[in-house]
């Protein structure tokens, strides 16, 4: 493993981009490198040429020093959770230099060239699909499907599975391929608790009805429980009744009451 300087860089890209590095953490721009958009738990900028990602782990709490000590640090975890996945056969932003000197906590990742699934979503489906763009859509549906029954298959819980943690890239023979982004809160079980089960699905269908209508959310159960065939039918309808519990909870709070009307229309219709 290669170290590189006081800030204790890893990997093997750490002397590629150290003095890039050594500016980001202070916040000061490095030639071809631009700020993007993200949470207030992070810091994080991309150089287009090659396609790179920073990210910068900020302290959420005073408490989080020893959380880092207990657990290891939040880019550790994104770092050692992302492996596994990969390992495990899924797709994941690769690492190419890390570090961490106790006010620091950051990645770079290779870029990948795909696209948010929310935004993606957002952008397709909103309007009437002609019969190929339907068609293509169901596919995306199942797929994505398959890739969490997957998932949860190998015994592994997304710590954050909204959609826009998901890439997706539509290949032109219209195969879609998944990214799992976001992985320092993944938990990987010999069985899953039925309750982490549900939480990663009603993550999922957080989505309005005007892109994902009630029979294109069945499409997606029923692919899943094809790939992780754990659950009887009696317990794939409590299943489904709670996800629906859970997901008009979140729906009506009041930044999402708009959906949450037009869901609870769709459930009592």
Same mark, same amino acid.
């Given at each position: 493993?290669?170290?590189?300087?006081?800030?204790?860089?890893?990997?093997?890209?750490?002397?590629?981009?150290?003095?890039?590095?050594?500016?980001?953490?202070?916040?000061?721009?490095?030639?071809?490198?631009?700020?993007?958009?993200?949470?207030?738990?992070?810091?994080?900028?991309?150089?287009?040429?090659?396609?790179?990602?920073?990210?910068?782990?900020?302290?959420?709490?005073?408490?989080?020093?020893?959380?880092?000590?207990?657990?290891?640090?939040?880019?550790?975890?994104?770092?050692?959770?992302?492996?596994?996945?990969?390992?495990?056969?899924?797709?994941?932003?690769?690492?190419?230099?890390?570090?961490?000197?106790?006010?620091?906590?950051?990645?770079? $990742?290779?870029?990948?060239?795909?696209?948010?699934?929310?935004?993606?979503?957002?952008?397709?489906?909103?309007?009437?699909?002609?019969?190929?763009?339907?068609?293509?859509?169901?596919?995306?549906?199942?797929?994505?499907?398959?890739?969490?029954?997957?998932?949860?298959?190998?015994?592994?819980?997304?710590?954050?599975?909204?959609?826009?943690?998901?890439?997706?890239?539509?290949?032109?023979?219209?195969?879609?391929?998944?990214?799992?982004?976001?992985?320092?809160?993944?938990?990987?079980?010999?069985?899953?608790?039925?309750?982490?089960?549900?939480?990663?699905?009603?993550?999922?269908?957080?989505?309005?009805?005007?892109?994902?209508?009630?029979?294109?959310?069945?499409?997606? $159960?029923?692919?899943?429980?094809?790939?992780?065939?754990?659950?009887?039918?009696?317990?794939?309808?409590?299943?489904?009744?709670?996800?629906?519990?859970?997901?008009?909870?979140?729906?009506?709070?009041?930044?999402?009451?708009?959906?949450?009307?037009?869901?609870?229309?769709?459930?009592?219709?």
């Amino acid at each position: 493993m290669v170290n590189s300087g006081n800030l204790g860089i890893c990997g093997s890209r750490s002397e590629y981009y150290r003095r890039d590095i050594e500016r980001l953490v202070q916040g000061m721009l490095p030639v071809g490198w631009e700020w993007v958009k993200s949470s207030k738990k992070t810091k994080v900028a991309r150089r287009n040429s090659p396609l790179v990602y920073y990210k910068e782990f900020l302290s959420r709490s005073r408490f989080e020093v020893l959380k880092n000590v207990v657990k290891g640090s939040r880019g550790e975890r994104a770092r050692i959770h992302g492996d596994s996945l990969i390992s495990h056969g899924f797709n994941a932003p690769v690492p190419l230099c890390w570090g961490d000197d106790h006010k620091h906590n950051f990645i770079i $990742f290779e870029g990948i060239e795909a696209e948010p699934i929310g935004g993606y979503i957002y952008s397709n489906w909103g309007q009437k699909l002609s019969n190929n763009e339907l068609k293509l859509k169901y596919k995306c549906i199942a797929a994505l499907a398959t890739e969490v029954g997957r998932l949860h298959r190998s015994g592994i819980v997304h710590g954050d599975l909204r959609l826009n943690n998901i890439l997706i890239n539509v290949s032109e023979d219209q195969s879609p391929t998944f990214y799992f982004l976001d992985n320092e809160r993944n938990e990987q079980y010999g069985v899953i608790p039925e309750k982490l089960i549900a939480k990663n699905l009603v993550q999922l269908n957080l989505i309005s009805p005007k892109f994902i209508s009630f029979k294109d959310r069945f499409r997606f $159960f029923h692919s899943y429980n094809s790939v992780y065939k754990r659950f009887n039918i009696d317990s794939q309808k409590y299943l489904v009744k709670r996800i629906w519990q859970l997901t008009l909870k979140r729906f009506a709070r009041p930044s999402l009451s708009d959906c949450y009307k037009d869901l609870q229309k769709i459930v009592n219709n």
